[in-house]
């Protein structure tokens, strides 16, 4: 059963651009959201995170924004560069639980 | 560096084989995982593992076994592989009370 539905599958932002990758998820018992950013050949490695306390978290270029309501939450990349290229997953999960649910994956190219 | 190491890179093996994934994690983590990756599929757990000898399914087991003997061990069991196992097989840790997953790099198995 798909909790966590992530789209765009895939995404080409020009370099400078934003890129916006959606996810929703279906579990109101949910409260810690991830995101993992993956290299060819390499394992995703943890990108950022937020709980539903707040409704956006930055890190740099990196922000998540968090709609509790919709059951929503995306991941914005500023000023998008080519080092940016990469498949990010999100993912889902609650406390006491040790497992993640992840989406499906968007393969991100910025193109120069 | 803390570090999720997969024993091999890449996998040839043939249909009915017994095919033995390893990942070794040295970051004193209690929980450990294995999921597969395929393209549109995103991350799909097969089994996870919260102490030493114990272990969990997860949404994809058929078809595999896992053992965990040490806590810095958990292994993934492929009783007799099929083409339909050729997939990126990824291992993670975790600690508990912590949604951190570290990932290995994968192991892309081929079943021919």
């Known amino acids: 059963q798909q909790q966590v539905k992530q789209s765009p599958q895939s995404l080409i932002v020009q370099k400078g651009g934003i890129s916006i990758i959606n996810c929703a998820y279906e579990n109101t018992a949910f409260d810690y959201f991830p995101w993992y950013q993956q290299f060819p050949g390499k394992g995703p490695a943890l990108l950022i995170a937020?709980?539903?306390?707040?409704s956006e978290k930055k890190e740099g270029r990196f922000t998540i924004s968090f709609n509790k309501s919709a059951k929503q939450f995306s991941l914005h990349i500023m000023d998008s560069q080519p080092g940016d290229s990469a498949t990010y997953f999100c993912?889902?999960?609650?406390?006491?639980?040790?497992?993640?649910?992840f989406g499906t994956g968007t393969r991100l190219t910025i193109i120069p | 560096d803390v570090k999720v190491t997969q024993s091999s890179r890449y996998l040839v093996k043939r249909t009915g084989e017994k095919v033995f994934l390893e990942c070794v994690q040295d970051?004193?983590?209690?929980?450990m995982f294995w999921y597969r990756q395929d393209p549109g599929l995103g991350l799909r757990l097969i089994y996870f593992?919260?102490?030493?000898?114990m272990k969990e399914k997860g949404d994809i087991p058929e078809g595999y076994s896992v053992s965990r003997e040490k806590k810095e061990r958990f292994s993934l069991i492929l009783e007799s592989a099929s083409t339909n196992q050729t997939s990126m097989y990824l291992c993670a840790s975790s600690p508990n009370w912590g949604w951190g997953y570290t990932f290995g790099s994968g192991t892309r198995l081929t079943v021919v």
């Open positions: 937020i709980r539903p306390d707040v």
């Open positions: 993912a889902a999960t609650n406390f006491g639980n040790e497992k993640l649910t």
């Open positions: 593992s919260y102490d030493v000898k």
């Open positions: 970051m004193d983590h209690e929980n």
